[in-house]
């Protein structure tokens, strides 16, 4: 990778980002089920109705490991 690489399209420096350029905190919920695998589920704890029930994500045991193990 060369010094461009982080550079956009009109050959600038990325700019710095504030508090609203952060990305929407999330909600992990684990579900261990008796004879399945753990399912985790991340969503956006902010979220009513119809909003929350279609903006959600959720990984088998097997697709994600714990924190510890990432460090």
Not at 11 to 25: C, F, I, L, S, W
Request: net charge negative.
């Amino acid at each position: 990778m060369d010094d461009n690489a982080t550079h956009n399209a009109e050959n600038r420096p990325p700019r710095e980002t504030g508090p609203t350029d952060r990305p929407p905190r999330l909600t992990a919920e684990i579900v261990l089920p008796r004879g399945g695998p753990a399912e985790c589920t991340l969503f956006p704890p902010d979220l009513v109705g119809f909003e929350r029930t279609t903006t959600w994500i959720t990984a088998e045991e097997g697709s994600f490991v714990s924190l510890a193990k990432m460090a």
